[in-house]
């Protein structure tokens, strides 16, 4: 059955410096993958979508990279601040296949 | 703000008895996805509506139901409810019937079943 990984542990980090959160998946082709952002108590919020086809997206200090082969996605926020504390959910979908989305993974911005 | 509505924002009730949890959508979107997230665990897909029609579905239990009316809203109910339906159900929308798009969350429900 599909199965989509992300690091169920917390990763903390300093302030300032780069985070890279990791989504890996096995028994899915999907046509696309997409990252959001959560916050306690709260829904999801959508962040950015990156296509089979494509290696690599950026938007402001974020960056997403998709390796089918591999079946991996890594996401990357650069030059962290303690407002980007939230959990991170990666999200897989294609064609007319429902949207599975990973368990999340929590982040912790040290100042 | 998303644009997606959800109502009531909490909700408490005893074992056995039946809610039903209201979406709008984002104006002019035609899907409607219902989402169960219970304590530390991850968004769990129950159901999928596209005008007015039921386009996917997940994990959801028979005692849960859900549909799409005319106007685009939704609504989830959940009848003979045990302590294990205790979660934040969450409703999102989007314009597509399908992938590739993005979905917009409404606040959520917290359903407590005592």
């Known amino acids: 059955s599909q199965k989509i990984e992300q690091n169920s542990e917390a990763l903390n980090i300093q302030e300032g410096k780069t985070a890279t959160l990791t989504c890996n998946y096995t028994n899915y082709s999907p046509a696309y993958l997409q990252w959001y952002r959560q916050d306690p108590g709260r829904g999801p919020v959508f962040l950015l979508l990156i296509r089979e086809n494509e290696k690599e997206k950026r938007k402001e200090r974020l960056k997403v990279t998709f390796d089918t082969t591999l079946k991996q996605s890594l996401f990357h926020i650069t030059a962290s601040q303690p407002a980007d504390s939230a959990t991170y959910l990666c999200?897989?979908?294609?064609?007319?296949?429902?949207?599975?989305f990973g368990t999340g993974t929590k982040l912790q911005v040290i100042p | 703000d998303s644009g997606v509505t959800q109502t009531p924002k909490h909700l408490i009730t005893a074992t056995g008895q039946r809610v039903t949890l209201r979406c709008s959508p984002r104006?002019?979107?035609?899907?409607v996805y219902w989402y169960q997230q219970s304590l530390d665990q991850g968004l769990q897909f129950l159901i999928q509506?596209?005008?007015?029609?039921?386009?996917a579905k997940g994990n959801i239990l028979e005692r849960f139901s859900a549909q799409q009316f005319p106007d685009l809203h939704s609504e989830l109910n959940l009848s003979s409810l045990e302590l294990g339906d205790s979660a934040l159900y969450f409703c999102?929308?989007?314009?597509?019937?399908?992938?590739?798009?993005?979905?917009?969350f409404g606040p959520g429900t917290r359903l407590t079943v005592l």
């Open positions: 509506y596209y005008n007015g029609e039921e386009r």
């Open positions: 999102a929308s989007s314009g597509l019937a399908g992938g590739g798009d993005t979905q917009y």
């Open positions: 999200a897989l979908g294609g064609g007319y296949q429902k949207v599975t």
């Open positions: 104006s002019g979107d035609l899907s």
